[in-house]
Every structure is written in structure tokens, then in C-alpha cells.
């Protein structure tokens, strides 16, 4: 097997799996562990994942978060369900923010269900997903495109938003431990907290699997949401510390409940 070809296969079992271990690989691949090292540094090095103890993974770390297209891959059925709750925020007419994300891309795309609507996004899957609906006017935040994200970031987005005031802005997350919200990426960071400024209310899309974990950079308390979305119940842990803070989550497909 070729060496782009046994990289690309490398990733189609990270996506599958989550993570790999490094004798298994070699195993799999016929090759030596020094070859799967090379690969897996290269790997690293392009931001596709992030190498452990024994292997790899693409799981999200204090200073890691997996490319956009592996994590557009995974958890469908949590984005679905949780798009859903994040619909039943908005009413046609109102003017709503959608950050960076696969979640919030599968979000993006179903707002036609609630046009008209003016969408302010610096996703790239939004801005495509909208670019040619009626119903919708779209304002599409300039910056500098990472395709890690699949989005645009920097000072034009966070200059743009000082200009604009939406009824509500949807903020993802790959982290959330006890009342705060982190993300490793500071430029990322700077754009979301612009977004929240420049909306009347925030909303927060989180998935369970995130909960207990931290990143690099604080982005904000969860307190500094109006609501909280989430697929399934988080961790014990989590949602004492919720209840204690007096705050409430929606549970995706459940009703509100108070995390008491």
C-alpha cells in the first residue's frame, strides 16, 4: 500500500473508532512501528489528529480539536436531535448568529424551516448550505478561512460583529468542565465572544461527550448563556455542579428540565 493511501486508511479507522493503537496499525499495514510513527507525526503535524501514548486519536484535547470533515462525520444523530431543540428558539423574522462547528452546520442548514430569517454565519458549511434560499438574507462574516474549522476568523469577523446586533446568537463547544466552557483555539475564541456580545441572547450547543473536559481557553461561564442544549444527560459531576449554579439545560428530543 501506498503511503497516502495507508494514511487515508489510518484516518477512515480514526473516524470509525475514535483512536488506534500503534502495534496494531503496524499489524494491520504490514509495516514497521518506526513507519507508523512517521505517519502518524506527519499526521499531527497537518492538525488531523493527535498522537497518545501507544497510538492516536481524534478525540478532542486541552490544546486539540479534530479537523471539520471527521467531526461532520460523527454523531449525527445527536446533531440532528439537538438542531432540532435549537429550532424551537427561533421564530421567522428574527435575526440569528451560527458559529464555526459540524453541529452547528447541521443547524445552519435546516434554518429554511424558519425563513424568512437573516443569518449572520462565519461557518462555510452555513454560508453554502444558505447561499441560494430564498427567504433568507445572508451575511456572510469575512476573516481568514482555517480549514480546520471550515470557517473565517481573525479581525475582519470580530470588526464585522461590532457592527451588528442579532436577537440570538448559537455558540458550539468542545469543552465544558463544571460551570465554565473552553476551546483551544484563541483566534476561535475572540470570534465567539464577539458573537455573544453582538447578540440579545446566546445559546449554547454542547455535546454530552464534552462535558468534563477542558481546553486550552476559557470562553465563557455557562451562566453567560440563556440557554444550554445538550443531546443526552451529562456526567453526575456535571450536572451537580449545573444544579448548584441554579442553572437548567435542554435535554435534545426531552423537555427542559432543571439539572436539579
Known amino acids: 500500500m501506498k503511503r497516502d493511501d495507508r494514511r487515508q486508511a489510518i484516518m477512515d479507522l480514526l473516524v470509525r473508532d475514535g483512536a488506534v493503537e500503534l502495534e496494531a496499525l503496524a499489524t494491520h499495514f504490514s509495516v514497521s512501528k518506526m513507519t507508523i510513527h512517521r505517519d502518524l507525526d506527519d499526521l499531527e503535524a497537518a492538525g488531523l489528529l493527535r498522537k497518545i501514548r501507544g497510538g492516536a486519536t481524534i478525540e478532542a484535547g486541552t490544546q486539540f480539536e479534530s479537523h471539520f ?5 460523527q454523531g449525527s444523530v445527536a446533531k440532528a436531535a439537538m438542531a432540532q431543540a435549537a429550532l424551537d428558539l427561533i421564530e421567522p423574522g428574527m435575526s440569528v448568529i451560527v458559529n464555526d462547528g459540524s453541529m452547528a452546520a447541521v443547524l445552519g442548514a435546516r434554518l429554511t424551516e424558519k425563513r424568512p430569517l437573516t443569518v449572520l454565519t462565519n461557518n462555510a458549511a452555513v454560508i453554502d448550505a444558505l447561499k441560494f434560499e430564498s427567504g433568507i438574507t445572508l451575511i456572510a462574516l469575512g476573516g481568514v478561512y482555517s480549514a480546520k474549522f471550515n470557517g473565517y476568523f481573525g479581525r475582519v469577523t470580530e470588526a464585522a460583529l461590532t457592527h451588528m446586533r442579532a436577537d440570538l446568537a448559537f455558540v458550539s463547544t468542545p469543552a465544558v468542565s463544571g460551570i465554565e466552557v473552553f476551546h483551544m483555539d484563541a ?27 477542558t481546553a486550552l481557553y476559557k470562553l465563557a461561564d455557562l451562566s453567560d448563556f440563556d440557554a444550554i442544549i445538550t443531546n443526552r444527560s451529562p456526567d453526575e459531576k456535571s450536572l451537580a455542579a449545573i444544579a448548584d449554579a441554579g442553572l437548567s439545560l435542554t435535554i435534545a428530543a426531552e423537555q427542559e428540565i432543571d439539572a436539579g
Open 69 to 73: 470533515r471527521f467531526r461532520a462525520q
Open 187 to 213: 483566534d476561535v475564541v475572540r470570534t465567539k465572544h464577539a458573537m455573544m456580545l453582538a447578540a440579545t441572547k446566546s445559546c449554547l450547543l454542547v455535546d454530552q461527550s464534552r462535558f468534563g473536559h
